[in-house]
């Protein structure tokens, strides 16, 4: 199992930044979150994924891997949009998700290019693939590539981590730049912990 890799000495400098968040990181303690370092099949789970409840989302996920065995663009695409559907993809999913195997397959989205980007320039590149939002594509930047200073202001759980964090009934959208940017540049990690507090 792959698991998104920081270092002491980095937990050490987010903690030195903000004295509430140090006493969450060390009641919690260390947090290994699992990742995929697989772009493409990251993707593609992602799409499949969306506003589904997590059982619908591993049976969908499951059939498309019993059709397609191994997740990649050229795979994906020896099989029609409709086929696809029958794994319980709605038409328009299916469609993303054919549709996003063939700019992989035909090269137009080269994963080793992409892994070369800035994390702003990379989001940009990725909505471009119909399916793939914002919030989506920071997920990617995190639980695929690893990507150290990524806190979606877009994620329900982030939001309600820090509200418990800082013991907030509300919290504008100032303050959650102001924040953003006290966590620089290792908001992942923050991220991770969030999560966690948002359980």
């Known amino acids: 199992m792959k698991v998104f890799k920081y ?3 980095q937990l050490e400098i987010l903690k030195s930044k903000d004295e509430v968040l140090k006493e969450a990181i060390n009641k919690i303690g260390r947090i290994n979150r699992e990742i995929n370092d697989d772009l493409f099949y990251t993707l593609i789970n992602s799409i499949a994924s969306q506003q589904i409840s997590t059982k619908a989302a591993i049976s969908v996920w499951n059939k498309i891997v ?3 065995k191994v997740i990649t663009p050229e795979n994906i695409i ?3 949009i409709e086929e696809l559907q029958k794994c319980g993809l709605s038409f328009r ?3 993303y998700i054919y549709e996003a ?3 992989f397959a035909s090269g137009e989205f080269d994963v080793e290019y992409l892994k070369t980007l800035s994390d702003d320039d990379l989001i ?3 909505v471009k693939l119909k399916g793939v ?3 989506t594509a920071e997920m990617l930047l995190i639980f695929s590539l690893n990507r150290m200073d990524v806190l979606s202001l877009n994620d329900l759980g982030i939001i309600r981590g820090l509200k418990r964090l800082y013991n907030l009934d509300e919290i504008s959208k100032e303050k959650l730049l102001e924040l953003k940017d006290r966590y620089r540049p290792y908001g ?3 991220s991770l912990y969030l999560w966690e507090l948002a359980k």
């Open 188 to 190: 992942s990690i923050a």
């Open 133 to 135: 939002g914002v919030w």
């Open 7 to 9: 270092s002491d000495e």
């Open 78 to 80: 020896k099989y029609s």
């Open 66 to 68: 019993d059709l397609v």
């Open 124 to 126: 940009k590149e990725l």
């Open 101 to 103: 195997a063939e700019r």
């Open 93 to 95: 999913k299916a469609r």
